[in-house]
């Protein structure tokens, strides 16, 4: 044995059970985004098929000893049915209730990302997901602020706005879920397809919807150009109400401002050196919120109420 393959070992010995977690939480994600129109095709069946034999190796282990025959047996007919959904998903939730690795959110947004993965398992995305998934976004509103809840409710509220989802909000949706889902565990989804979408849409630095301002003891920080005031005016009105002002994007930034004279290349989208900072600590657990003018301006108002 090398110290190479030695080095591996040892640090398997504290990944694995964080991984074996992960790859529950994920499950239930896809079990929920297959079922979350309340119509399960083959393709999904089939994508659903492919993450047991992607564990196999692991059935004589818990909790992949009982979860994964349960899915075969459930799935041998090629219907899944809400029942046997259910007792899936209940299968999942008892091992992560006496088991769990993960603190809660860390959980759901797992869970999230496993439920874009079975929104799009069948390589398609319908109105009725969509709709869908904005119920669960709803649902489960404790993960506002944290990435991607914020991003995919700001790309979900955009789509649905006009009720109907089109070929290119299909599109971007595709190229948004991609970043989340592992295609190694994938059978179904097109990942030529979504590399040919990324090289012509970007998504990045997404403003957040109806988000909560708050400027006491908080630092703001704004990019482009405002409607309303200069930069130093927005600093004065930001200190005024108790907030701090930089003028550039730290680890301890709580809001970044989009100017509303900038020039969004697609709704709720904006660019530059500054989101792209953002970004990178959003990524990494950082609570900062990116948002638009138009609410920076209405949370000013209420404060002074």
């Known amino acids: 044995m090398t110290i190479a393959n030695y080095e591996e070992m040892e640090y398997a010995r504290y990944t694995f059970k964080s991984e074996l977690d992960k790859a529950i939480n994920v499950l239930e994600g896809i079990i929920t985004g297959i079922a979350i129109d ?4 083959l393709y999904e069946i089939v994508e659903l098929s492919n993450w047991c034999d992607q564990y196999k190796e692991m059935i004589y282990r818990k909790p992949f000893d009982e979860i994964i025959p349960l899915i075969q047996t459930s799935i041998e007919d090629n219907i899944l049915t809400e029942s046997e959904i259910q007792d899936i998903l209940w299968a999942c939730d008892n091992f992560k209730g006496t088991s769990k690795y993960y603190n809660i959110i860390t ?3 797992q869970q999230l990302h496993g439920i874009m993965h079975g929104i799009l398992a069948d390589n398609e995305i319908t109105t009725d997901e969509i709709e869908g998934l904005r119920d669960w976004s709803f649902e489960n509103h404790h993960l506002k602020g944290l990435y991607p809840y914020d991003e995919l409710f700001s790309i979900i509220s955009s789509v649905l706005s006009d009720g109907i989802i089109d070929e290119k909000e299909k599109e971007i949706l595709k190229v948004f879920f991609s970043d989340f889902i ?3 565990n994938s059978v179904n989804i097109d990942a030529d397809e979504i590399i040919k979408l990324k090289e012509t849409i970007k998504i990045e630095g997404l403003c957040s919807v ?3 301002i708050y400027f006491k003891n908080n630092l703001f920080c704004f990019t482009g150009i405002s409607s309303r005031f200069k930069r130093a005016d927005i600093q004065n009105i930001v200190e005024s109400l108790e907030g701090k002002f930089k003028d550039s994007v730290i680890k301890d930034t709580k809001y970044l401002v989009i100017g509303n004279n900038g020039n969004p290349c697609w709704a709720f ?5 500054k989101v792209e900072q953002a970004m990178d600590l959003r990524k990494k657990g950082k609570s900062i919120l990116i948002i638009h003018e138009n609410d920076f301006w209405h949370a000013v108002e209420n404060d002074k109420l």
């Not at 309340?38 to 095709?41: D, I, L, P, T, W």
């Not at 989208?269 to 050196?273: A, F, K, V």
């Open 38 to 41: 309340e119509k399960v095709n």
């Open 182 to 184: 592992d295609f190694n």
């Open 269 to 273: 989208s904006c660019y530059g050196r």
């Open 107 to 109: 959980a759901d947004i």
């Open 210 to 212: 109806d988000p909560d």
